[in-house]
């Protein structure tokens, strides 16, 4: 879990399904959802605590009844010549140990409270023998035993079926400025991560983290200006020519959500990035292309994660915006 969120804990508690939720509550297994995997474990402390009769501000004190997985492990010494990313939260995935370990305590007595609660995070990394390996326990607990499980994607749907959904809808783009604020004395800097963050706390934190996120934005919004036509090609090359893998991905990460919003300003509907940026990337694109192109970007994203040269990628994925726009030019006239 980001530490850091923390300090929001007061915005995620209003979650009004994890609000209703008290002491005596009788499911036994939860499963929150969402796109912030940091806001999702800090809600899942949340309830844990509250399943305890616990208030929200003892969720993130140590509990030997309130256990989170998957367990840290020692960090790797990195190779001789190889940055570190210290400064990251670690994530690890969830192991057959750490379910053999959850299902060997089930049926210790609680130590101090009155339950027992397990808290796995980053559910999804579970494979399909662990998730198996689990739901037996998910299908009939122990008394006072109950499973809180934090995902931002898909489990099997045995294990779905088992759980309690609760969903983490995106913040509204206001309400994440005015709690950054709080705790950022940057205004310009907090503006950009609230339009950035489309809604998720935990990346509106990463934004403000990274030094270079200002450049990153400025980058994805003229590539898109420059994509109008073949002839400008080279120029538009130019821009991400020397990106890293890491550049290509947050630049990448940033054009997929401005073309989204392209697209709802084209319709008249509401756009998450400031409607000028958005408005300086529209010309050549109609609703559709905009979309289209979009899903070309997160194809784009896939292939970069898969080791493809950065800039293959890249120039692919011009192309195909390019060739969009060109197809969908008729219907724009």
Known sequence: MNEGLVKYAGLYARNGAVAAIDYSARASAYLICGEDEDGIAVLGRILAAKLCGLDVDRAFDEHADIITYPQA????????????????????????????????????TPFELDKRVYVIENAESMSEICQNKLLKS?????????????????????????????????????EIAAELKKYHKDVA?????????RGNLGLAERILADAGFADTYASAKKILALATGSRMFAKTAAVYEKFTREKTDAVLGVMEYLLCDVARSLVGAETVFDSADVKAVTVGFTPY???????????????????????????????????????????AR
Request: hydrophobic share 40%; proline share 8%; glycine share 4%.
């Open 138 to 174: 998910l299908e009939e607990p122990p008394p006072r035993v109950c499973f809180v499980l934090c995902a931002t994607g898909r489990l099997l749907p045995t294990v779905e079926s088992r759980c309690n959904r609760i969903e983490l809808p995106p913040f509204g783009v206001d």
């Open 189 to 197: 800097a907090v503006t950009l991560a609230a339009w950035a963050s």
């Open 289 to 331: 292309s905009a979309a289209k192109s979009a899903e070309h970007v997160r194809t784009a994203r896939r292939h970069n994660s898969a080791n493809c040269m950065p800039s293959a990628v890249m120039d692919t994925m011009i192309l195909k915006i390019m060739e969009e726009k060109f197809k969908d030019a008729p219907a």
């Open 73 to 108: 492990q020692d960090a790797k010494k990195p190779a001789k010549g190889k940055k570190t990313e210290a400064d990251k939260p670690k994530r690890y995935a969830v192991s057959v140990d750490d379910i053999r370990e959850i299902v060997g305590s089930l049926y210790l």
